[in-house]
């Protein structure tokens, strides 16, 4: 009985204690629970989709269909930021008409790239009306990103360097160093020229478009780019070969006479060796003996 007695004392102590020990816990739970209740609050997730898409396909046109998908653009309140458009010579060839000129048959490739800026909720409806503009789709993607923590995130920190700064303007914080004042507000900058884009990138879709068509033949009559394939008509030629034959005869008799002494030495040297052949026959045997 006794230790019945004792014992109920005992037990009412120990769960004192265990209350007492118990309730700091519960305060810093309850604490959390509001600190995480007051961010939330203040820091609402709106939801942030980045959406952009990219197509290639084959058309009967290119030249056409850019202008097609420009005026589509316009008509959905959006903009084309970058359109590039090549022709490339697959092979050539040349077939001789006359002289001066041939029939030139090219095979040659064209292909375009645009980039075109879309209002988001048109995006589906513009992508669809280009599909339809050409034969067939080689490819037709689609990405998604979420930006809604990215751009919470930046904001919460804008709030975070704003209030910071007020409080460095009502005197409650001393910064001492300019540079620090300074590298702060080009965070704050930063931060809301960051939120800026997202919200541009949100409102617009890039849309990247690659197209091209079948290679195209083309014929075309051009001057013969050959010099050596321009000739004179025959008679012409003709009367060149006479006028060059008396060119070159007249020139051999200017030649003969400019070389008037050497002939004369000659004929003389002849004349002089037959003169000697026939008066003194016999130096002549004893010179062949």
């Known amino acids: 009985m006794k230790t019945r007695i004792l014992m109920l004392p005992l037990a009412a102590g120990l769960l004192l204690g265990a209350c007492k020990g118990s309730t700091p816990h519960y305060e810093a739970v309850n604490n959390n629970t509001a600190d995480t209740a007051a961010v939330a609050a203040d820091s609402s997730v709106v ?15 290119v030249q056409q269909t850019a202008e097609k998908i420009t005026a589509l653009t316009v008509k959905n309140n959006g903009m084309v930021m970058n359109h590039q458009m090549e022709s490339t010579v697959r ?10 000129s041939v029939n030139r048959v090219s095979s ?8 075109v800026k879309i209002p988001s909720e048109h995006l589906e409806e513009f992508m669809t009306e280009v599909a339809h503009m050409g034969m067939y789709v080689t490819l037709r993607k689609m990405d998604i990103e979420d930006k809604s923590l990215d751009y919470l995130s930046a904001k919460l920190k804008l709030n975070n360097r704003r209030e910071l700064v007020n409080q460095q303007k009502r005197g409650e914080v001393n910064i001492k160093n300019p540079v620090n004042v300074l590298l702060l507000k080009d965070n704050m900058v930063d931060g809301q020229v960051g939120n800026l ?5 949100v409102k ?4 990247t478009l690659s197209f091209y068509q079948s290679n195209t033949v083309f014929q075309e009559h051009i001057a013969n ?3 050596s394939a321009y000739n004179l008509p025959f008679f012409n030629r003709l009367a060149e070969a006479f006028a060059n034959g008396w060119y070159l005869f007249t020139g051999a008799i200017l030649i003969a ?3 008037w002494v050497f002939i004369l030495a000659g004929i ?13 026959p016999i130096l002549q045997g004893t010179i062949k003996s």
Do not use: C, E, H
């Not at 884009?197 to 990138?201: N, P």
């Not at 617009?204 to 849309?207: A, C, G, K, R």
């Not at 003389?268 to 003194?280: D, S």
């Open 47 to 61: 939801q942030k989709l980045v959406r952009a898409a990219s197509m290639s396909f084959k058309v009967k046109n």
């Open 225 to 227: 780019d050959d010099p």
């Open 257 to 259: 006479v400019n070389l």
């Open 197 to 201: 884009k997202i919200d541009d990138a």
């Open 108 to 115: 040659f490739n064209t292909t375009a790239d645009m980039t």
């Open 91 to 100: 092979s050539s060839k040349d077939f001789r008409i006359s002289d001066d």
């Open 204 to 207: 617009y879709s890039i849309v």
């Open 268 to 280: 003389g040297i002849w004349i002089l060796f037959r003169f000697y052949k026939r008066k003194y």
